[in-house]
């Protein structure tokens, strides 16, 4: 049995299934959504896009089509990487991207570009901090989390409050060569 939706921002929809609930409409507009950091900042949008394509299908390991992919914060500065919000064809290639994510940091390339699935906005620089934090530690490295500051021997990587990801190839190449 399916309700029908008055208001489709807050409704959610419901059936008889096995699990006995249904995901909110805002959680299926995010099914085919993932959530690219690391990437290069680019003012051009053409290449920025092929850097992302680039990086999605060495995760797939295939070629991946993408519907639409835009930043997530609006400033444009060089010296950060931002979040892209990358949009697939289907919930089957976000979860092809998904499973070869780890690839990621086995190649030179893209050892730096994180993948993660989309979540609300409100949530997803927290879990952003909490993976970051996790990798830091298991690779041994020194690491602080201050006023929502995530910091590697004492620069900063990821900042809570600005959303971003400090491009920390010397950071972290220094602690692995040092």
């Known amino acids: 049995m399916r309700k029908t ?8 929809l419901s059936s008889s299934s096995a699990a006995g609930h249904q995901p ?6 995010r099914s085919r959504n993932i959530v690219v950091s690391g990437v290069a900042e680019d003012r051009n949008d053409k290449a920025r896009r092929s850097k992302v394509v680039a990086v999605l299908q060495a995760a797939a390991g295939r070629d991946v089509q993408i ?7 609006g400033r444009f500065t060089a010296e950060k990487t931002q979040p892209i919000l990358v949009k697939l064809q289907s ?14 940091a086995r ?3 893209f050892r730096q570009v994180y993948l993660a699935p989309d979540e609300p906005p409100d949530i997803r620089p927290r879990n952003t901090l909490e993976c970051l934090k996790r990798k830091t530690e298991r ?17 900063n990587l990821f900042s ?19």
Request: hydrophobic letters at 35%.
């Open 5 to 12: 939706m008055t208001n489709p921002s807050s409704a959610t």
């Open 24 to 29: 909110s409409v805002r959680q299926l507009d």
């Open 67 to 73: 519907l639409d992919a835009f930043r997530l914060s």
């Open 91 to 104: 919930a089957w290639h976000k979860r092809v991207v998904s499973s070869g994510a780890s690839s990621l």
């Open 107 to 109: 190649s030179g390339d």
């Open 139 to 155: 690779a041994g490295l020194p690491v602080t989390l201050s006023n929502g500051i995530l910091s590697v021997d004492g620069n």
């Open 160 to 178: 809570l409050e600005q959303h971003y990801l400090v491009s920390c190839d010397d950071v972290l190449t220094s602690f692995h060569h040092g």
